[in-house]
């Protein structure tokens, strides 16, 4: 394995699946009503795509019970073919989603939880503005961002190396709107509201929670 911050992050999340789609169904995370948000400003069978969708649950699984067309994906293999098993209704594609390619325009909502600060924090503004062109106008994107000013953090998450990175929540917030989105919604807020054991992977954690929008094209006011 070598050591770049995709392989790192590819090769824990590959021996993780079990104990993580475990933890998955028991955390209890904002991202289910940043979900339920994204979903109620959309028009019915949204076309979505989700980056980090993990084993499936409880987000892609979700999206598809509310009637979405999702196309997901995962840097990890093993956890995409968790995912095929419990949400065989979805489009979904391994690998970095900094190497993903769609058309313009392509989807009404984008949804990321706990996926983007794995990435190495210079390619975090391009991807912010390569999700912005898929979107559609009016799109909507919720996700969470880390908040701390780190080019380079590496540790050990359930046994295995891991890598994050992250710049601050004024410097996270300052790049969306430079990308041309309006920020609707931002919250600070600490994982499992500060009651968390000090065993779990996101004990003393802090996230930034996020709703964007892309702008309405001028010439198409329709909403989506």
Excluded at 89 to 103: H, P, Q
Excluded at 125 to 136: D, E, F
Aim: aromatic fraction near 10%; hydrophobic fraction near 40%.
């Amino acid at each position: 394995m070598s050591d770049t911050p995709e392989s790192i992050v590819e090769y824990a999340y590959d021996n993780i699946t079990e104990w993580y789609l475990q933890w998955v169904k028991s955390q209890k995370s904002p991202r289910e009503r940043y979900t339920k948000m994204l979903l109620e400003k959309l028009q019915p069978s949204p076309s979505i795509l989700e980056l980090g969708c993990g084993p499936g649950v409880p987000i892609l699984k979700m999206l598809l019970d509310h009637g979405a067309q999702v196309t997901a994906n995962d840097i990890s293999t093993k956890q995409i073919e968790m995912a095929r098993v419990r949400c065989p209704g979805a489009k979904l594609i391994a690998g970095n989603m900094t190497a993903l390619t769609f058309e313009p325009a392509s989807f009404h909502g984008v949804t990321s939880f706990y996926t983007l600060f794995h990435l190495p924090r210079l390619q975090l503004k391009t991807l912010l503005s390569t999700i912005y062109g898929w979107l559609k106008p009016g799109g909507v994107f919720v996700f969470n961002l880390a908040t701390i000013d780190e080019e380079e953090i590496h540790g050990e998450f359930l046994g295995y190396g891991m890598f994050w990175s992250s710049y601050d929540v004024d410097k996270n917030r300052a790049m969306l709107t430079e990308i041309g989105f309006d920020v609707l919604q931002v919250e600070v807020l600490h994982a499992g509201d500060g009651r968390l054991e000090e065993g779990d992977p996101d004990f003393d954690a802090e996230f930034m929670w996020v709703m964007v929008q892309k702008k309405e094209s001028p010439d198409d006011p329709s909403s989506v």
